[in-house]
């Protein structure tokens, strides 16, 4: 059964960073093309950034393009999200994504191109 697991979510003051991990069972990480979405609260889910199968293709949401930098490491099989610069928008639930189909030209953005789930870590950003 596949299972995504995320970590690393906190407190932080507006300002600082934090770097979530999302380790997956039942498949390689590099496999399918990977996401990270958030949600705040009253907020629908929107994804903030995605890479592509192997060496792919990485997107973020425009807002945070020059904050967040989305990664692998296929020793330890995990995706992590590094946010820095964080300001209370940001704050919300991160949830860990995969497709079910691999690409390295395309990843998703967009929750119904996701098809496993993690349960999500609780980032808050405030002073």
């Known amino acids: 059964q596949v299972q995504l697991v995320e970590s690393g979510g906190g407190l932080v003051a507006p300002g600082g960073s934090l770097r979530l991990s999302c380790t997956a069972s039942e498949f390689a990480t590099d496999y399918y093309p990977m996401g990270w979405f958030r949600q705040a609260p009253g907020k629908e889910r929107e994804g903030v950034a995605c890479?592509?199968?192997?060496?792919?293709?990485?997107l973020y949401l425009y807002s945070v393009k020059d904050r967040f930098t989305i990664s692998r490491d296929t020793a330890k099989n995990t995706v992590f999200l590094e946010l820095n610069n964080l300001t209370p928008e940001d704050t919300g639930i991160y949830y860990c994504?995969?497709?079910?189909?691999?690409?390295?030209?395309?990843?998703?953005?967009?929750?119904?191109?996701?098809?496993?789930w993690g349960l999500g870590t609780q980032v808050t950003v405030s002073s």
């Open positions: 890479i592509g199968s192997g060496d792919g293709v990485a």
């Open positions: 994504a995969a497709a079910g189909v691999e690409s390295s030209h395309w990843c998703p953005l967009s929750s119904g191109e996701a098809k496993w």
